[in-house]
């Protein structure tokens, strides 16, 4: 048995359960309607229905109706419910045998109407419109069957068609029928009830005394078990079975199979198994599965122990009948269950937010909003209210002296529509984020954060960077001004150096003074180098390095920057060779500075390369638009921690082999910088004994 979707029994298992006791209900249908008379005979075809179609007969002729039938259902037209109610009066005036119960299907139904055919003597009255179909009304009239059939008087003397004529088979149906009706009666009570265990208790409690069962238990499904909600016999059954159930048991076939199982007799109930259950004592068993719509398992009941007897199909027809009753609503109160637990799960996580959350519909009006909304805010837990507007909450605060920044009052519409970002200062100094989202329905959802502690420290780092940035200024600064007054005397050491040792103004008598001489003019280069190195560095961190661009043509470079090497290199042993692929042979850039570029890395190479070493310059084009220049060595190399060293300004790399050739430390990252200068990109690859690579690569034009 099962409800449709309109909420109406349907008669399958009635039509079982009265077929299985040789028994039909006798349907007589009354219509002047010629279409709906051809369309019931085709299609009202349930075997618990024996079905008789005629018109309305004469308005006094009581004779042609069939007085033997259980039920007469007329069908009436605007014309026919003045006769319909003549035929009602004159059937229940009638001294006879009691009459068939009467159904009135009014397709023009109203109040009025209804009231004088029941009181007219109609037992059931029902409204149904011509525009629902005729398949509505062949379900009405299958309905009426149900109804009348289960709330039936008890008329001993009215003939009934039974097919054994027998007074002992029409007592057993007549007692079946009570208790159907008495099983609906309760089914109509259970359906109404909004607690699950309430509903769960109720049918098995039902079930057990329209039965006889003794025991029983009732399951439903619970993330991966079977809990027990109610059980007829306390301390029998498991509170929970998990799941898998017991491969081969009777309710794990039940639970898979969606097929309800009897057995009867010490023999059947012996071989089975009882997932979960020891001990199992009873001669008989009852087992359904409850399922959701779509054939999945949501339960399992059990009924056993049937005093003096066994289950009989009769009892499972019942079973079965108050089972489908309700199922609908088991399947409802258990999704409804289910939801409420999300809710309350939704709404601890919105109470517990870090954020304060309002709701707005699309007047801008507050639908809902969490404590920590006003709690953000400094508010009383009562002044945010629903139907509240936003512009009201922001008059408030602005009222205390909170500063809202740009705050949309009036153009809620086109803010709900695009959102913003906003930042809100309380009068106490507090700092919330506002951000405005748009919701599907075309509100708002405003999410509010305290950042006060964020834009502390975005004030802390901001004013640490302007520190550093400050400090950086001071010592290029200084830097750039210490090396200015270094590089003037320096300059004339150097000079007055070369002219003592060119002799310009006579021989010196001493060959030690000669000697000092070398040494002072060497020093001093040595430590002009630095300073300029110093400067360039200072000046390319400051933002101040000038690059004066032009085309530079690269062949003529990498001679003339080989050729300044060269006399070092042939003094160590070194073979120092170019090699050059380039389709594109200028590029534009400051020629000053690249040529520092190669020197730099050119004096490395030659002075971490020991005799008989060689360093080769390689130039080739890389695509259309970048050139690359290699400077490669056999030299000491360097280990990816060393080269991590290198690349910081005043970094030393330590090496036994490097013994006598310490630099400054500023060659590699002075070289960075020029070229990043330049738009280019800077590389190292070297290993320990095996040498070096250094490779630029550069834009033919910086863009």
């Given at each position: 048995?099962?409800?449709?979707?309109?909420?109406?029994?349907?008669?399958?298992?009635?039509?079982?359960?009265?077929?299985?006791?040789?028994?039909?209900v006798?349907?007589?249908?009354?219509c002047?309607?010629?279409?709906?008379?051809?369309?019931?005979?085709?299609?009202?075809?349930?075997?618990?229905?024996?079905?008789?179609?005629?018109?309305?007969?004469?308005?006094?002729?009581?004779?042609?109706?069939?007085?033997?039938?259980?039920?007469?259902?007329?069908?009436?037209?605007?014309?026919?419910?003045?006769?319909?109610?003549?035929?009602?009066?004159?059937?229940?005036?009638?001294?006879?045998?009691?009459?068939?119960?009467?159904?009135?299907?009014?397709?023009?139904?109203?109040a009025?109407?209804?009231v004088?055919?029941?009181?007219?003597?109609?037992?059931?009255?029902i409204?149904?419109?011509?525009?629902?179909?005729?398949?509505?009304?062949?379900?009405?009239?299958e309905?009426?069957?149900?109804?009348?059939?289960?709330?039936?008087?008890d008329?001993?003397?009215?003939?009934?068609?039974?097919?054994?004529g027998?007074?002992?088979?029409?007592?057993?149906?007549?007692?079946?029928?009570?208790?159907?009706?008495?099983?609906?009666?309760?089914?109509?009570?259970?359906?109404?009830?909004?607690?699950?265990?309430?509903?769960?208790?109720?049918?098995?409690?039902?079930?057990?005394?329209?039965?006889?069962?003794?025991?029983?238990?009732?399951y439903?499904?619970?993330?991966?078990?079977l809990?027990?909600?109610?059980?007829?016999?306390?301390?029998?059954?498991?509170a929970?079975?998990?799941?898998?159930?017991?491969?081969?048991?009777?309710?794990?076939?039940?639970?898979?199979?969606?097929?309800?199982?009897?057995?009867?007799?010490?023999?059947?109930?012996?071989?089975?198994?009882?997932?979960?259950?020891?001990?199992?004592?009873?001669?008989?068993?009852?087992?359904?599965?409850?399922?959701?719509?779509?054939?999945?398992?949501?339960?399992?009941?059990?009924?056993?122990?049937?005093?003096?007897?066994?289950?009989?199909?009769?009892?499972?027809?019942?079973?079965?009948?108050?089972?489908?009753f309700?199922?609908?609503?088991?399947?409802?109160?258990?999704?409804?269950?289910?939801?409420?637990?999300?809710l309350?799960?939704?709404?601890?996580?919105f109470?517990?937010?870090?954020?304060?959350?309002?709701?707005?519909d699309?007047?801008?009006?507050?639908?809902?909003?969490?404590?920590?909304?006003?709690?953000?805010?400094?508010?009383p837990?009562?002044?945010?209210?629903?139907?509240?507007?936003?512009?009201?909450?922001?008059?408030?605060?602005?009222?205390?002296?909170?500063?809202?920044?740009?705050?949309?009052?009036?153009?809620h519409?086109?803010?709900?529509?695009?959102?913003?970002?906003?930042?809100?200062?309380?009068?106490?100094?507090?700092?919330?984020?506002?951000?405005?989202?748009?919701?599907?329905?075309?509100?708002?959802?405003?999410?509010?954060?305290?950042?006060?502690?964020?834009?502390?420290v975005?004030?802390?780092?901001?004013?640490?960077?302007e520190?550093?940035?400050?400090?950086?200024?001071?010592?290029t600064?200084?830097?750039?001004?210490i090396?200015?007054?270094?590089?003037?005397?320096?300059?004339?050491?150097?000079?007055?150096?070369?002219?003592?040792?060119?002799?310009?103004?006579?021989?010196?008598?001493?060959?030690?003074?000669?000697?000092?001489?070398?040494?002072?003019?060497?020093?001093?280069?040595?430590?002009?180098?630095?300073?300029?190195?110093?400067?360039?560095?200072?000046?390319?961190?400051?933002?101040?390095?000038?690059?004066?661009?032009?085309?530079?043509?690269?062949?003529?470079?990498?001679?003339?920057?080989?050729?300044?090497?060269?006399?070092?290199?042939?003094?160590?042993?070194?073979?120092?060779?170019t090699?050059?692929?380039?389709?594109?042979?200028?590029?534009?850039?400051?020629?000053?500075?690249?040529?520092?570029?190669?020197?730099?890395?050119?004096?490395?190479?030659?002075?971490?390369?020991?005799?008989?070493?060689?360093?080769?310059?390689?130039?080739?084009?890389?695509?259309?638009?970048?050139?690359?220049?290699?400077?490669?060595?056999?030299g000491?190399?360097?280990?990816?921690e060393?080269?991590?060293?290198?690349?910081?300004?005043?970094?030393?790399?330590?090496?036994?082999l490097?013994?006598?050739?310490?630099?400054?430390?500023?060659?590699?990252p002075?070289?960075a910088?020029l070229?990043?200068?330049?738009?280019?990109?800077?590389?190292?690859?070297?290993?320990?004994?095996?040498?070096?690579?250094?490779?630029?690569l550069?834009?033919?034009?910086?863009?």
């Amino acid at each position: 048995m099962g409800v449709n979707d309109a909420g109406h029994v349907e008669l399958g298992v009635m039509g079982a359960l009265i077929s299985e006791n040789a028994a039909s209900v006798s349907l007589h249908l009354m219509c002047d309607d010629q279409t709906v008379r051809r369309y019931m005979r085709q299609n009202v075809v349930d075997p618990v229905i024996s079905l008789h179609v005629n018109s309305f007969p004469p308005a006094t002729d009581l004779s042609s109706l069939p007085r033997d039938a259980d039920i007469i259902v007329f069908v009436i037209s605007e014309d026919s419910f003045s006769p319909t109610l003549t035929l009602l009066s004159a059937l229940c005036r009638d001294s006879q045998s009691p009459s068939p119960a009467l159904v009135v299907i009014d397709p023009a139904a109203t109040a009025e109407r209804a009231v004088l055919m029941m009181k007219g003597g109609a037992d059931d009255y029902i409204p149904h419109r011509r525009s629902a179909g005729l398949a509505a009304l062949q379900d009405r009239v299958e309905e009426a069957c149900l109804n009348i059939l289960t709330t039936l008087r008890d008329r001993a003397a009215a003939p009934r068609r039974v097919v054994t004529g027998a007074v002992q088979e029409r007592a057993r149906l007549s007692a079946l029928r009570r208790r159907i009706h008495k099983l609906v009666r309760t089914a109509r009570y259970l359906a109404t009830r909004t607690s699950l265990d309430e509903l769960c208790e109720g049918l098995l409690e039902t079930l057990g005394e329209a039965t006889g069962a003794t025991g029983g238990s009732l399951y439903l499904k619970q993330g991966d078990c079977l809990k027990r909600v109610h059980c007829l016999d306390p301390g029998h059954a498991p509170a929970t079975l998990s799941l898998p159930l017991r491969e081969g048991s009777i309710f794990a076939s039940a639970f898979e199979t969606g097929k309800p199982i009897m057995l009867e007799g010490d023999e059947q109930v012996s071989s089975c198994q009882l997932s979960g259950w020891g001990g199992y004592q009873s001669e008989n068993l009852l087992v359904y599965p409850l399922m959701e719509k779509g054939g999945a398992p949501i339960g399992l009941l059990s009924l056993h122990g049937k005093e003096q007897a066994d289950f009989t199909e009769e009892d499972r027809g019942l079973v079965l009948m108050l089972v489908s009753f309700t199922h609908e609503t088991i399947r409802a109160l258990m999704a409804h269950e289910k939801s409420n637990r999300t809710l309350e799960s939704l709404n601890r996580t919105f109470e517990n937010m870090e954020q304060g959350i309002l709701l707005l519909d699309t007047a801008g009006k507050v639908v809902h909003f969490n404590h920590r909304f006003a709690e953000h805010f400094g508010l009383p837990g009562d002044a945010v209210k629903v139907g509240q507007t936003l512009e009201g909450l922001y008059q408030m605060v602005q009222e205390r002296g909170d500063v809202w920044e740009d705050m949309p009052e009036t153009h809620h519409r086109s803010v709900a529509a695009d959102g913003f970002v906003r930042q809100h200062t309380c009068a106490d100094g507090k700092i919330l984020g506002l951000v405005g989202n748009p919701a599907d329905d075309g509100g708002l959802v405003l999410t509010c954060t305290d950042i006060t502690e964020q834009k502390k420290v975005e004030r802390d780092l901001l004013l640490a960077k302007e520190e550093a940035e400050a400090a950086s200024r001071s010592k290029t600064s200084f830097l750039a001004n210490i090396s200015h007054e270094l590089r003037t005397p320096l300059n004339a050491i150097i000079g007055f150096a070369e002219l003592m040792d060119k002799e310009v103004f006579g021989p010196l008598n001493n060959k030690r003074y000669a000697e000092y001489v070398d040494y002072i003019h060497d020093s001093g280069s040595h430590l002009l180098g630095v300073i300029n190195n110093l400067l360039d560095l200072s000046k390319v961190e400051a933002g101040k390095l000038d690059l004066r661009e032009s085309e530079v043509h690269l062949p003529s470079l990498i001679e003339s920057s080989v050729a300044f090497v060269s006399s070092q290199a042939q003094k160590q042993g070194l073979d120092v060779r170019t090699h050059t692929e380039l389709e594109t042979e200028t590029l534009t850039g400051d020629e000053d500075v690249l040529r520092q570029i190669l020197l730099n890395l050119l004096s490395n190479a030659v002075k971490f390369t020991g005799a008989g070493g060689a360093v080769l310059v390689r130039v080739r084009q890389q695509g259309d638009d970048h050139v690359a220049i290699t400077v490669k060595d056999n030299g000491i190399g360097m280990s990816p921690e060393d080269i991590e060293v290198a690349l910081k300004p005043f970094g030393q790399v330590r090496s036994d082999l490097a013994q006598g050739q310490k630099g400054t430390g500023l060659g590699l990252p002075l070289v960075a910088s020029l070229v990043e200068a330049h738009g280019g990109r800077f590389e190292i690859d070297s290993s320990p004994g095996k040498g070096t690579r250094c490779t630029i690569l550069l834009p033919y034009k910086k863009d």
